[in-house]
């Protein structure tokens, strides 16, 4: 498993944007597809993006895709969530999510998870 703390999130206006970061703690992070999840008030977590361990590939949810980017530093043992034209509806706590397997992530079954990021969209 990896241990995983994210961070940026914050309130900002419709149409603007966040970056959101995870940090991930182990040696085996390279070996972790990695993604984010979220969570609305009143709604079932969901799955936002994944990237698979190389970072060659990434995956997006039809509500993100073309406003948010996935990407991945292996170096730094980081994730990242580049969020703009925000939606209020894109309000939610976002978690990032680590495993072996991108699928499970888009599943929303990880092995990982992180404590979570509030985003807040106001209109």
């Known amino acids: 498993q990896v241990q995983l703390v994210e961070s940026g999130g914050g309130l900002v206006q419709a149409g603007g944007s966040l970056r959101l970061s995870c940090a991930a703690s182990g040696r085996t992070f390279s070996s972790y597809a990695m993604g984010w999840l979220r969570q609305a008030p009143g709604k079932e977590r969901e799955f936002v993006a994944g990237?698979?361990?190389?970072?060659?590939?990434?995956v997006y949810a039809d509500s993100v895709k073309g406003r948010f980017t996935i990407s991945r530093d292996n170096a730094k043992n980081m994730v990242y969530l580049q969020m703009n034209s925000l939606k209020p509806e894109d309000t939610a706590v976002y978690y990032c999510a680590g495993d072996q397997s991108l699928h499970k992530i888009m599943v929303v079954t990880p092995g990982s998870w992180g404590q979570g990021t509030q985003v807040t969209v106001s209109s």
């Open positions: 990237i698979i361990k190389g970072g060659g590939s990434t």
